[in-house]
């Protein structure tokens, strides 16, 4: 059995840097490369894409992070796994197939799927976020969390990536310790530490000073080129924490900290689909410059029922935005608003106007002295059709001429929205499968 295993953090959301994920697996002597996709939004927007075209769905940089990794985990014999088949895990692997053939490269996709739980929901369901049955918001997609379980057969299966869709975070990380270590399911302590460890990974760059940063309060070295980080775990699931030497970006126990506390509701009790992890007794100590060990979480039973995130139609935004700059900036700013929310008054059941720089994000100014030297207006609202929103990005325009003095920079959009609820399913309902593809 195996002492230890490498894993890489290569990506901690769907517009992550490609440079840092290469270097990681050229550099890194690799076990496993895990690039970490997907969000609540993004695997909305992949199921837009796939509404729209059977044969999409899957994340739009596919083609490129393959085409770059590709050579150098053929070379270096690391394997990698991904939920960057998003909404099409399937049309992802026979894409990454083509890529591979088109390079020459012999390889082995194991695709999971199985997330796809729409068919599976029922309307008297009560969604997490407000107890209103999923009846009331006609469901259009709905994709289970997928555990660890899930991958253990495309793992087992040699294959040389693992493409899934919804898989939790921190079980693209686990998953590779089951396989390699034997962990059982119910070794519920090792599959916390586990589940630490991919938590700690999953953001790839956070880790290494990414978010971290406040000049002159915590300053990080070296951003432009951040390195992303790898664990060294053994068979108890104790892991060293590193970066490759030589790349920007620092690892300490403080930055780790704040990754162990990303999204945490509840230290003692952080459910995944793997096991009820205890944060509270983790340790983490700095054994040498960007080096950190990592070890103490303990384990509960794993909940009997996965999450789920459901995708409902939730109509058009229409936005428009222009900027006002010099003496007298915010003021302009604020007629113009005022301007367009009386236009607009009685046509949206929601409109929001806000002066990005001053009031965008608290909603009024924290400083009522500070006046900006510019200002940018931003209106924006949700409409049951297309043509509706519109009218948003229209009159925000309309300002060039008919508003206050100075406007300039104006930006409209119209965006077709799905909204996210999230619900409980009995995982006796869920049934991954794992479909094997090859180069030939």
Not at 155 to 165: K, N, Q, R
Not at 270 to 295: G, I, K, N, Q
Not at 300 to 306: I, S
């Amino acid at each position: 059995m195996r002492r230890t295993l490498r894993l890489g953090g290569g990506a901690g959301f769907a517009g992550d840097r490609l440079d840092a994920a290469v270097d990681l697996a050229r550099h890194g002597a690799l076990d496993w490369l895990v690039l970490e996709c997907l969000a609540e939004r993004t695997i909305a927007l992949a199921q837009l894409r796939r509404r729209r075209d059977a044969g999409a769905g899957y994340d739009e940089r596919l083609a490129a992070r393959v085409e770059s990794l590709l050579p150098v985990l053929d070379a270096t014999g690391t394997r990698l796994v991904s939920n960057f088949g998003a909404a099409n895990p399937l049309a992802a692997a026979e894409a990454i197939v083509a890529i591979a053939r088109g390079l020459g490269v012999r390889t082995r996709v194991a695709a999971v799927t199985g997330d796809d739980v729409l068919d599976a929901l029922d309307g008297t369901m009560r969604t997490l976020e407000n107890g209103r049955p999923l009846a009331d918001y006609a469901p259009v997609s709905a994709n289970a969390y997928l555990g660890a379980d899930a991958l253990l057969p495309a793992i087992a299966s040699d294959a040389a990536i693992v493409v899934t869709g919804r898989v939790a975070d921190p079980s693209l990380f686990l998953a590779p310790l089951m396989h390699a270590f034997g962990w059982a399911s119910d070794d519920v302590d090792r599959l916390a530490r586990g589940t630490v460890v991919g938590h700690l990974l999953e953001c790839a760059g956070q880790l290494c000073g990414g978010y971290f940063a406040d000049p002159g309060r915590k300053d990080v070295p070296g951003l432009a080129r951040l390195g992303f980080p790898f664990a060294d775990v053994d068979t108890d699931g104790v892991a060293t924490l590193g970066k490759l030497d030589g790349t920007g970006g620092t690892l300490t126990v403080a930055t780790a900290t704040e990754q162990l506390l990303y999204e945490v509701t509840d230290p003692h009790g952080y459910l995944t689909p793997d096991v009820t992890a205890d944060f509270s007794a983790v340790t983490l100590a700095e054994v040498s410059p960007d080096r950190v060990t990592v070890a103490g979480a303990r384990g509960r039973a794993r909940p009997d029922q996965l999450k789920v995130s459901v995708g409902y139609v939730a109509g058009f935004v229409g936005e428009g935005e222009i900027g006002y700059a010099g003496d007298n900036a915010v003021a302009r700013a604020e007629l113009a608003g005022a301007i367009v929310r009386e236009r607009l008054d009685g046509r949206f059941d929601e409109l929001r106007v806000d002066l990005i720089g001053a009031t965008s994000l608290h909603g009024h100014s924290l400083d009522p002295r500070a006046r900006p030297y510019e200002v940018r207006l931003r209106v924006a609202a949700r409409a049951a059709t297309r043509e509706a929103a519109a009218l948003v990005g229209d009159e925000v325009e309309a300002l060039y001429t008919n508003g206050p003095a100075g406007g300039g920079g104006t930006r409209k959009a119209v965006t077709e929205q799905i909204g996210i609820v999230s619900a409980l399913l009995n995982r006796a309902r869920v049934h991954p499968r794992t479909t094997i593809l090859e180069t030939g």
